[in-house]
Nanobody, 122 residues
Framework: QVHLVESGGGLVQAGGSLRLSCVASGNIFSINTMSWYRQAPGQHREMVALINGNGGTVYGESMKGRVTISRDGNTRKRVFLQMNSLKPDDTALYYC???????????????WGQGTQVTVSS
């Protein structure tokens, strides 16, 4: 069993900031890429940012320049998303995803959290 749990979402005024956190737990051997996605009502899910096992990062176009993804350097089981200069269009459910190798099978699969709601008021 592997679980991803997001936190840090909430209601913020336009121009404000939020820091999302996601922690992985369970029967984990290793974690490779960790990512943040978002999905607004009636929209497709889109990638916001990802960070690979070497610390390399990729950002989606929609929030590039306003977000920073980082990872816990010790346990490597926690990923953060610092979001600045938020806009009403950033309102969405933000999901954490991770490519995880589990101990039982030593196979890698993608796991998702339940999401944390971010609402930006104008």
């Amino acid at each position: 069993q592997v679980h991803l749990v997001e936190s840090g979402g909430g209601l913020v005024q336009a121009g404000g900031s939020l820091r999302l956190s996601c922690v992985a737990s369970g029967n984990i051997f290793s974690i490779n890429t960790m990512s943040w996605y978002r999905q607004a009502p009636g929209q497709h899910r889109e990638m916001v940012a990802l960070i690979n096992g070497n610390g390399g990062t990729v950002y989606g176009e929609s929030m590039k320049g306003r977000v920073t993804i980082s990872r816990d350097g010790n346990t490597r089981k926690r990923v953060f998303l610092q979001m600045n200069s938020l806009k009403p269009d950033d309102t969405a459910l933000y999901y954490c995803a991770a490519a995880i190798v589990v101990k039982d099978t030593y196979e890698e699969d993608d796991y998702w959290g339940q999401g944390t709601q971010v609402t930006v008021s104008s």
